[in-house]
Structures are given as C-alpha cells and as structure tokens.
C-alpha cells in the first residue's frame, strides 16, 4: 500500500488517466533525471496551474494548457485541447485582443513582470531565516509557495504569448517563404540579440579578465573550482577578487547548475560553478565572443530580413513584420525567463526548504537538513510550528529509497494507452499547435534518412558542420572537464551552462526543440546542434571523434 503520495490527487493512475487522455508525454527536458519528491510537488502543481492559467487568460484557441502527473520522479504531460470547433472561434476573436500588449509594447509588458517578481524575491530574501521563529519561518515558507504559484503565471502568459508568436511567424515563413524553423534564413532573421543571462556571463568574463590583471590567473586555471576558492582565499588579491564575485552574485547568483531542482547548491551558497564559468573565459582567452559574434549576426539578421520580404506579398508584409518582431524576441525570453523566473524562484524555494531543514534536523524531527527535500508541504507545516517529538525519518527513508530506484530506472518517453501509437500521438501534439510542446518540451520527432548513413538521426537546432572529440556531460559537475574543440554531448543543457559554449564545436543533446535552451545558444555563438537524438549519450563516449551535421539534423560517430 502506498501512503504520503508525493503529489496527491497528480498521481499518474494508469487506469483513470489514460481514460482522460490516450498519450501522456514524458517531460525529459526538466524532470531527467527524475525530481526529488519536494521539488515534484512544487512542479506539477504550480506549472500546471500556470500553463492553464496561461493559455485562458491568452483564450488560446486550440489549448487550455496542459495537464500534469507526477511518475516515478517523472513530470508527464497531456494538452486540454479545445475540440469544439465553435468555441475555437470564440477563443480566437478574444485571443487577438489578448495578444495586443505583446505586439504593442513587448518590453514594458515583461518589464514590469520583471519588476513584480523582483520586488516579491526581495521581501523573501528580507526575511533572516535562520534567527526568526518558528512561526515566521513558516510564514516564509508560505510566501514562497505563493510567490512559486505567480511566477508560473507570469512564465506561461509571457511564455504562450511570446511562442505562439513564433508559431504563427513560423506557419507565415512556410506558406509564403516554404522554410521553417530548421531553415539557415529562418534562424538569421531571428538571431544576434542580447539578453540578461549574456549579460552576466559578460560580467564573469570581465572578472576573468580582472584575474588575469591581478596575477590570480594561473591559480582559478590550474585548480578545480574548489581547490581554487580555498587558494583565493589565502591572497589579498584573491580575497578582493572574491568580493567583487560575491557581490555579483547577490544579485545575479540565484540558481543553480539544474534548473529544475532544488537538491543542488545555488551560486549564492557555493560560488564553486561561477568560479569554473570564470574558468571556461580563461581556458578560451580573447575577447567575450558575443559581444562580435553579435555584430555579425545583427549584420546577417538585416540582410536576412530584406532578402525575405521581398518575397513576402505586399498585402502580407505588414502582418509579417509584426509576426517577426515579436518572433525576436522569443530567444531573448528564453534565456531572460530562466534567469528571473525558475532559476530564482527555485533558488528561494531552496533556501526557505532548508532554513526549515535546519529547524527540523536541530529538532530531531529529520537527520540531515537536505532531508527536507523527501517530505512535500502539508507534511512541513505539521511539524514546523511545534516540531517536539515528531518522527519523519520513516517518511523520507521510503522516499530516498523510491527516489534513488527512480534514478536507477529511465522513465519512458511517453504513457500511451493500448492502441495508441506514438505517430498517433505526435499527430495531436501538431494538431494542437501548442507552441511550448512542439518549441520547448517535446519538440519534433526524429526522421530517419537512410541515404545518409548517419549513427544518430535528431532535428537541426542550429546549422553548420563540425568534427571533433566528443564530451559527454551526464552531470553538472563534469562542466570543468570541457576543453577547447570538444562537442558537447547531454541529455540536455541549462543557462548556468552557457559559458562553455564558447569552447565548443558543436553540441548534441538527447532531448530538445528549437527553443529550447541548447539550441538558442548554439545559434548565438554560432556552432551547429542536434537535438532530440535520444540516445547521444548512450551510443557517443567522451574522446569518440564525432561529426555533427547541423544542417541535416545528424549525428556521425567516426571512432568505432
């Protein structure tokens, strides 16, 4: 019998679930490998909510966001189509209204969303949760809960908005250009803009260079990141370098290597990964690469842009423009997004989970503080105001041993009901044209071209042709391991892992789609990518010399 559900009533049940929907689909971008049972709770509840939330407040006319359940440590997804053909209509008269503030002042709509979340961290951040009692901690706790349920609605009405702009861009290149978005054309009218997570990856290269001024260089290049602190701490120069990193991440420091967890430390406890993204600048030297790589891209971006709409239908070209505009911006947001909605939240939520960890560890309630991550909040509040005499520890002993066979074991791609092919499924997902699963999540599948003779058969993330050893990273902490020329090859990547794009060739990951983070970047810094090739890094061993073919979306593994 299973008792202390994780996610209660979002429990994936095979019976009663695939009755409501005959595919599930795995969300292996953020819940591989699979959550904690803590950070599961706070996902499949709240961006659930916010998906829902997202897709009414637009009217979406073909999706009311998605449904979620919780599966062995797993985030598993279905859309709520909207499959009458009359309310359709009725939701696209009031979609167009909806989208205005998009099109008409695109920045002062996320703007000011930026600054609402930035205000509601600072009252989060004000509290001292350590020296508080126990009835503030709580209300900490709660706080955070609440300011997790705005954030994803800010993230899906920002995140439907602006990609369902690029759908309809996209829908607009194919009819009137016959291009898509795996198209050469397709990614220079979209490439070369900045955005805040370059923006602090800048800052970290302008500390390399202030390291290399200070003769503390050899000490962060010759040492893993942690060695390096210890030895910085030891020099005047180091100390002082120290302080200029720590105040950049008081206020930019708030993630982690994982974007979707909360078990791994953030910048602003352990600046260890800042430290080897500072690294990373040293081991490539020169200037910051965006910052000309930008020029040449805002360069091919106009070219680009003329080329296309003189071939665009004079009576179409105003509609164009406008679906472009706002097409541009969806790489921008993609990163920005990260940086002030998951990453920091994720990183409060952390902090206020293990204040109470602390609390409960002190107490006797749990051993370790990180145990705090194996109970879920109803469980947190029964204990927290009057922790005397409560026991948890057979709770989370049977959650760490639940999670620990989750990570043994793959989830599967996807839950279908018998009868149900995945070719089938993959037909909804197109016929719903719900921008975050066929941009973000899911993505397209894979077709083989036997003409090709290729090992690993993906999508094109970004275009061009490149060979070299290959990297597979399964784990955040292996980052420091990456040296020049080498090709990336993961299950996926996060922003925290932008820095190293600069050493790379190439990228594959296993999971992806065209705006999903591994191949917004690689279009930026200019290398080819190959995503959703499922099996990268199962087939490909680090040293392996590899030839990533962007343009064709295919993968060569020369070593054999």
């Given at each position: 019998?299973?008792?202390?559900?994780?996610?209660?009533?979002?429990?994936?049940?095979?019976?009663?679930?695939?009755?409501?929907s005959?595919?599930?689909?795995?969300?292996?971008?953020?819940?591989?490998?699979?959550?904690?049972?803590?950070?599961?709770?706070?996902?499949?509840?709240?961006?659930?909510?916010?998906?829902?939330?997202?897709?009414?407040?637009?009217?979406?006319?073909?999706?009311?966001?998605?449904?979620?359940?919780?599966?062995?440590?797993?985030?598993?997804?279905?859309?709520?189509?909207?499959?009458?053909?009359?309310?359709?209509?009725?939701?696209?008269?009031?979609?167009?209204?909806?989208?205005?503030?998009?099109?008409?002042?695109?920045?002062?709509?996320?703007?000011?969303?930026?600054?609402?979340?930035?205000?509601?961290?600072?009252?989060?951040?004000?509290?001292?949760?350590?020296?508080?009692?126990?009835?503030?901690?709580?209300?900490?706790?709660?706080?955070?809960?609440?300011?997790?349920?705005?954030?994803?609605?800010?993230?899906?009405?920002?995140?439907?908005?602006?990609?369902?702009?690029?759908?309809?861009?996209e829908?607009?290149?194919?009819?009137?250009?016959?291009?898509?978005?795996?198209?050469?054309?397709?990614?220079?009218?979209?490439?070369?803009?900045?955005?805040?997570?370059?923006?602090?990856?800048?800052?970290?290269?302008?500390?390399?260079?202030?390291a290399?001024?200070?003769?503390?260089?050899?000490?962060?290049?010759?040492?893993?990141?942690?060695?390096?602190?210890?030895?910085?701490?030891?020099?005047?120069?180091?100390?002082?370098?120290?302080?200029?990193?720590?105040?950049?991440?008081?206020?930019?420091?708030?993630?982690?290597q994982?974007?979707?967890?909360?078990?791994?430390?953030?910048w602003?406890?352990d600046?260890?990964?800042?430290?080897?993204s500072?690294?990373?600048?040293?081991?490539?030297?020169?200037?910051?690469?965006?910052?000309?790589?930008?020029?040449?891209?805002?360069?091919?971006r106009?070219e680009?842009?003329?080329?296309?709409?003189?071939?665009?239908?004079?009576?179409?070209?105003?509609?164009?423009?406008?679906?472009?505009?706002?097409?541009?911006?969806?790489?921008?947001?993609?990163?920005?997004?990260?940086?002030?909605?998951?990453?920091?939240?994720?990183?409060?939520?952390?902090?206020?989970?293990?204040?109470?960890?602390?609390?409960?560890?002190?107490?006797?309630?749990?051993?370790?503080?990180?145990?705090?991550?194996f109970?879920?909040?109803?469980?947190?509040?029964?204990?927290?105001?009057?922790?005397?005499?409560?026991?948890?520890?057979?709770?989370?002993?049977?959650?760490?041993?639940?999670?620990?066979?989750?990570?043994?074991?793959?989830?599967?791609?996807?839950?279908?009901?018998?009868?149900?092919?995945?070719?089938?499924?993959?037909?909804?997902?197109?016929?719903?044209?719900?921008?975050?699963?066929?941009?973000?999540?899911?993505?397209?599948?894979?077709?083989?071209?036997?003409?090709?003779?290729?090992?690993?058969?993906?999508?094109?993330?970004?275009?061009?042709?490149?060979?070299?050893?290959?990297?597979?990273?399964?784990?955040?902490?292996?980052?420091?391991?990456?040296?020049?020329?080498?090709?990336?090859?993961?299950?996926?990547?996060?922003?925290?892992?932008?820095?190293?794009?600069?050493?790379?060739?190439?990228?594959v990951?296993?999971?992806?789609?065209?705006?999903?983070?591994?191949a917004?970047?690689?279009?930026?810094?200019?290398?080819?990518?190959?995503?959703?090739?499922?099996?990268?890094?199962?087939?490909?061993?680090?040293?392996?010399?590899?030839?990533?073919?962007?343009?064709?979306?295919?993968?060569?593994?020369?070593?054999?």
């Amino acid at each position: 019998m299973k008792i202390y559900d994780v996610v209660p009533g979002l429990e994936f049940d095979e019976k009663v679930d695939l009755e409501k929907s005959p595919a599930w689909f795995l969300d292996a971008t953020h819940s591989v490998p699979p959550w904690t049972p803590m950070f599961g709770w706070f996902w499949v509840n709240f961006c659930r909510h916010g998906m829902q939330y997202g897709a009414e407040k637009l009217s979406l006319p073909t999706v009311k966001g998605w449904d979620w359940r919780f599966k062995d440590g797993g985030g598993y997804l279905t859309l709520n189509l909207v499959t009458n053909e009359e309310e359709r209509k009725q939701r696209e008269e009031k979609f167009r209204e909806a989208i205005r503030p998009f099109i008409e002042n695109y920045d002062k709509l996320w703007g000011d969303y930026v600054n609402e979340m930035l205000g509601h961290y600072k009252k989060l951040r004000s509290c001292d949760v350590d020296n508080v009692s126990n009835v503030e901690l709580l209300q900490n706790f709660e706080d955070t809960v609440d300011v997790c349920r705005r954030m994803w609605e800010i993230h899906m009405h920002m995140m439907y908005g602006v990609y369902t702009a690029f759908i309809l861009f996209e829908n607009v290149c194919k009819e009137t250009l016959g291009i898509d978005d795996t198209h050469p054309t397709f990614h220079d009218l979209l490439r070369g803009f900045d955005n805040k997570v370059f923006q602090v990856d800048k800052s970290l290269w302008q500390l390399a260079q202030k390291a290399i001024q200070t003769g503390i260089s050899d000490v962060i290049l010759n040492n893993k990141a942690e060695e390096a602190l210890s030895q910085l701490k030891e020099s005047e120069q180091g100390r002082k370098w120290l302080e200029e990193l720590n105040y950049l991440l008081e206020e930019d420091g708030w993630r982690m290597q994982r974007m979707a967890e909360i078990n791994l430390p953030s910048w602003v406890e352990d600046p260890t990964p800042a430290i080897a993204s500072v690294k990373y600048f040293l081991k490539k030297g020169g200037d910051f690469d965006l910052d000309k790589e930008r020029e040449v891209l805002a360069a091919k971006r106009e070219e680009a842009t003329k080329e296309v709409l003189e071939k665009v239908p004079e009576d179409q070209r105003g509609w164009f423009q406008t679906l472009l505009k706002l097409a541009q911006k969806a790489g921008s947001f993609s990163e920005e997004h990260n940086h002030y909605l998951d990453l920091y939240t994720h990183a409060l939520i952390r902090r206020s989970c293990l204040a109470i960890g602390r609390r409960l560890a002190a107490a006797q309630v749990i051993d370790e503080p990180e145990d705090v991550f194996f109970l879920m909040p109803d469980e947190i509040r029964a204990v927290t105001l009057v922790p005397d005499g409560f026991n948890l520890r057979h709770i989370i002993e049977r959650r760490r041993s639940e999670w620990e066979t989750w990570c043994k074991n793959e989830n599967p791609p996807a839950i279908l009901k018998e009868g149900f092919t995945m070719d089938d499924a993959m037909k909804v997902l197109v016929q719903s044209n719900d921008p975050i699963a066929l941009k973000v999540v899911v993505g397209s599948m894979p077709v083989p071209k036997p003409e090709l003779e290729a090992d690993l058969y993906g999508i094109c993330g970004s275009g061009g042709v490149a060979e070299g050893p290959a990297r597979v990273i399964l784990d955040e902490a292996q980052l420091d391991e990456i040296q020049p020329g080498e090709i990336l090859v993961a299950v996926s990547t996060a922003p925290s892992w932008t820095p190293v794009f600069g050493l790379l060739k190439g990228v594959v990951v296993d999971r992806g789609a065209s705006l999903s983070h591994s191949a917004i970047v690689s279009r930026e810094y200019g290398i080819p990518c190959v995503i959703n090739v499922f099996e990268g890094t199962k087939k490909i061993k680090t040293g392996q010399r590899i030839k990533v073919d962007g343009d064709n979306g295919v993968v060569y593994i020369l070593d054999k």
